[in-house]
Nanobody, 121 residues
Framework: QVHVVESGGGLVQAGGSLRLSCAAS????????MGWYRQAPGNQRELVAV???????NYADSVKGRFTISRENAKNTVYLQMNSLKPEDTAVYYC???????????????WGQGTQVTVSS
């Protein structure tokens, strides 16, 4: 059984910073891309940032220059450092971890339960 758990959300004033963490555990053969998504009320879930197993990153235009995604492979963990937060960043943030359970298994993405980020003006 695989578990993906996010942490680090909370309430912060505009201009502030938060660091989200996402840890995957279980019997996992290998990890692939890891990403952060967010969903605000009434909106669809959107990609915030993604990092490949080789460390290549990609960001949504709305967060470029403010957010940084990183991963620590030894801990099966991906991070999202969020600086200069804006009220429009308010959302539930979800982690998606790409993985194979066995060498012959297809890659699939496992979601965490989400963590709330609220930015006050």
């Amino acid at each position: 059984q695989v578990h993906v758990v996010e942490s680090g959300g909370g309430l912060v004033q505009a201009g502030g910073s938060l660091r989200l963490s996402c840890a995957a555990s279980g019997i996992i053969f290998s990890f692939n891309d890891m990403g952060w998504y967010r969903q605000a009320p009434g909106n669809q879930r959107e990609l915030v940032a993604v990092i490949t197993s080789g460390g290549i990153t990609n960001y949504a235009d709305s967060v470029k220059g403010r957010f940084t995604i990183s991963r620590e492979n030894a801990k099966n963990t991906v991070y999202l450092q969020m600086n200069s937060l804006k009220p429009e960043d308010t959302a539930v943030y979800y982690c998606n971890v790409g993985m194979r359970l066995r060498s012959s298994s297809p890659i699939f993405g496992s979601w965490g339960q989400g963590t709330q980020v609220t930015v006050s003006s």
